[in-house]
């Protein structure tokens, strides 16, 4: 069965810091897609990043990178020099439901917090 | 402007009156599907539709009615409210293709409903 975890529930750091917020994903398929979703507090969900499973090329943009690696069924994602604009909650997700309506199974979701 | 739309955006409502949530979309999607979102939880699928008359249940359907009359259109109806209802719900759109091509979900702003 597919499931994500994210087993941060909470994260709080000073602005600056560098902060790692970790992705664990299970699936039977092999072709499968991940995600990174942020929500900052107005509630909105922010789409940040999709890999596919043949991609396991770390991918880096500005400030956030992420470390897809398959042989630990991780995918995890960094924020360096973290900004209070950072705050928010962050979802990973997983779909298998490819060529169709593409179904997200999220994670818990893991509530950063960037102090001044 | 291509978008999905939500409304209400907020609700209050008390246990077993009758609500309706719209969800609207302009980009001629055959998938719709309806999350809800909770502390822990993170998002759930509550119901999808792959096209208009077709519709389904996804992880957590009790409680909850859907229609699909029109492509455009996706309500979700609670027909008797209760307080373990209270969430926030998100409707989402994307194209339905076959092949393994990625359908790229575009989520709604969400609706946070409250039942007293």
Redesign the interface.
Known sequence: AQKVTQAQTEISVVEKEDVTLDCVYETRDTTYYLFWYKQPPSGELVFLIRRNSFDEQNEISGRYSWNFQKSTSSFNFTITASQVVDSAVYFCALSEDLGQGGKLIFGQGTELSVKP | EAQVTQNPRYLITVTGKKLTVTCSQNMNH??M?W?RQDP??????IY?S?NVEVTDK?DVPEGYKVSRKEKRNFPLILESPSPNQTS?Y?C?S?P??????????F?G??T?LTVL
């Open positions: 055959e998938y599907s999350y822990g939880l993170g998002l759930r699928q999808y792959m996804g926030l998100f989402a994307s339905w293709t076959s092949g393994l091509d990625y359908n790229e979900q989520f702003p969400g946070r």
